[in-house]
């Protein structure tokens, strides 16, 4: 089905980066943007399933991405406890966020479902902001210095970069599994078409339940992976709109409702990010948001499908002109 | 009785678009669903598939009371539809189309899989399968929905204008696979616009008219009602037929 060579590239690739770039005069920075980069696959991956495979554009994910954040550092602040036991009790609050929030929502379809969870997410963020127990407006904070090593502070970027790589692993094989089964394709006849899927028996309501609750937990995953590695949280890193722009965007531009597009999204978006953050300092902030909008326009005007999908019609063309150019070069030599 | 429909009405806000309707259809039996634009074929033939909730009156399939059930509900009965604008899935392959339809009653991938190729032979499309929807046609978008349909295992298939925007050639393929899946032992309520399709497909005939049904019968008798002519034709045209006569 799917380009072997494409994927065991793309593994292989992502498996020795970190290795490869210690090499290099700024490894150490370099490994923080491999870092970066893996997470933010994980975060688009984990939109993909809904915003993707089912096309419901939620524009709300980053209160899953929230919900996995603030939930482990609150294990912390209150019971001393490490992090890493708070992330199951994350996805817990995030699957109930995703029930919470699909039940009236789903009832509205296209931009007015994008327009909700909009909506919602702010509320919840203005709300996370107003509550001293969470921090407040300042957010709260992981243990400074490793006590145990499941605490998992380390500070190379190394390890947190193979952990990230192990869960974008785990991320697109549920993915890979979804989307060969029912559920998948169910969730892709949806997309196409409510009515049509409806009328074939699909549980259109149920179903998009589903793939929002299985997506909030892979979401609030990557939430909690972000607080362990930063060791802080605040209303605005976790559960700031951009958090859900930027899964949006990486997914995107790679290709929504494919498997490997939100990887290629994070693989093309993240160095552009972290070249216009460093080359622009503070003053350059604001860039990132006439980026997403250029990408935005970009994908709108010329593939909607992303770069995945560009890359399926230029194939043939590309393999047709190679093949008319070895036949010239034949005949040149004969 | 398969198929009970009795007193159906229909109103979008204060236009009533379908008044009192009734229709059974006994197993094995094909139907058609006739009248000029706008007559409530659509509004009647999408309140009992489950699209459209009637505003009163009542719906039976196969013993079950389905009037206020959802459209998902009467495809696991076994009420299968088509669309008079082709929904087919576009981005997906024509075999993924039909095994949507196909994981209604087999779950696994595996059965839905060979349901699907089975389906995808007896319609003459598994040469196209591993095509985006988007690649065919409009008879080919015709002829998937109905196999997406068929994958289903539908008791009852409801056809809306399944022949409509075809050529001679391809209407008398079309007309060919409805008799074959007839020949399956699946029933059949068939809107079309083509009187010949009609007269040769179907037992027998319901006509609209502005949100009525005006008649009811064999095809022969149903297109002599100078009601039907009437409603087809025009006053004039239905005044000249009789001066000859």
Not at chain 2, 67 to 95: C, K, N, S, W, Y
Not at chain 2, 214 to 235: C, M, Q, T, W
Request: proline share 4%; hydrophobic share 50%.
């Amino acid at each position: 089905m799917r380009p072997r060579w494409g994927s065991i590239v793309l593994w292989g690739g992502l498996l020795v980066y970190p290795l490869v770039v210690s090499f290099a005069d700024s490894g150490d920075f370099l490994q923080d943007v491999g870092a970066t980069l893996v997470l933010s696959a994980i975060g688009a991956c984990a939109w993909n399933i809904v915003g993707g495979y089912a096309g419901q554009v939620s524009v709300g994910h980053a209160i899953f991405f929230g919900a996995g954040a603030y939930v482990p550092l609150l294990a912390y602040e209150l019971f001393e406890a490490p992090p890493l036991i708070g992330v199951p009790f994350g996805i817990v609050v995030a699957v109930a966020m995703a029930a919470l929030i699909g039940l009236p929502t789903f009832r509205l379809q296209g931009h007015y479902f994008s327009m909700a969870t909009i909506a919602v997410a702010e509320l919840i963020r203005l709300v996370v902001g107003n509550w001293d127990l969470l921090g407040a407006a300042i957010g709260i904070q992981g243990p400074a210095t490793p006590r145990v090593w499941w605490d998992l502070i380390f500070r190379s970027a190394v390890p947190y970069y193979y952990i990230f790589l192990g869960v974008l692993a785990l991320t697109v094989y549920i993915t890979w599994a979804m989307a060969g089964s029912r559920f998948g394709y169910y969730l892709r006849a949806i997309r196409a078409g409510e009515r049509a899927a409806r009328s074939l028996g699909v549980p259109v309501r149920r179903t998009k339940l589903m793939a929002l609750m299985l997506s909030a937990a892979l979401t609030s995953v990557a939430g909690s992976l972000y607080a362990i590695k930063v060791g802080f949280v605040n209303p605005e890193s976790g559960l700031g709109i951009l958090v859900s722009v930027q899964m949006i965007i990486t997914a995107a531009l790679g290709g929504a409702g494919t498997l490997y597009g939100p990887i290629i999204g994070a693989i093309i978006l993240v160095p552009v990010q972290s070249a216009t953050n460093t080359w622009f300092g503070g003053s350059g902030s604001g860039l990132t948001y006439i980026l997403y909008g250029g990408i935005i326009m970009l994908l709108a005007r010329f593939e909607p499908g992303g770069v995945v999908e560009l890359w399926q019609q230029l194939r043939p063309r590309l393999w047709q002109l190679l093949r008319a150019r070895a036949k010239t070069e034949q005949a040149r030599v004969a | 009785m398969l198929l009970e429909v009795q007193n159906v009405s229909c109103s979008f806000g204060s236009l009533l678009a379908l008044s009192e309707a009734n229709l059974s259809v006994g197993e094995g039996e094909i139907v058609g669903l006739i009248g000029p634009n706008g007559a409530g074929k659509s509004t009647f033939f999408n309140c009992v598939a489950g699209d459209l909730e009637p505003t009163s009156g009542s719906i039976r399939f196969n013993g079950v009371d389905v009037t206020r059930a959802p459209a998902e509900h009467h495809a696991l009965l076994g009420m299968g539809r088509t669309f008079q604008v082709p929904a087919t899935f576009e981005d997906m392959t024509i075999l993924d189309n039909v095994m949507v339809g196909a994981f209604l009653r087999y779950h696994r991938r595996a059965d839905a899989h060979a349901k699907a190729n089975e389906v995808l032979r007896l319609t003459g499309l598994e040469a196209q399968a591993n095509l985006r929807a988007r690649g065919l046609g409009t008879p080919g978008r015709k002829r998937l929905e109905i196999a997406r349909v068929l994958a289903s295992e539908p008791k009852l298939m409801l056809l809306d204008e399944a022949l409509a925007g075809l050529t001679p050639a391809e209407i008398q393929r079309a007309m060919e696979l409805v008799r074959r899946i007839h020949a399956l032992g699946i029933t059949i309520v068939i809107v079309e616009h083509i009187m010949e399709v009609i007269l040769t497909l179907a037992q027998r005939v319901l006509v609209f008219n502005q949100g009525r049904t005006i008649a009811h019968g064999k095809p022969s008798d149903v297109v002599n009602d100078p009601r039907v002519i009437e409603a087809y034709l025009g006053h004039r045209r239905h005044a000249r037929r009789e001066r000859r006569a």
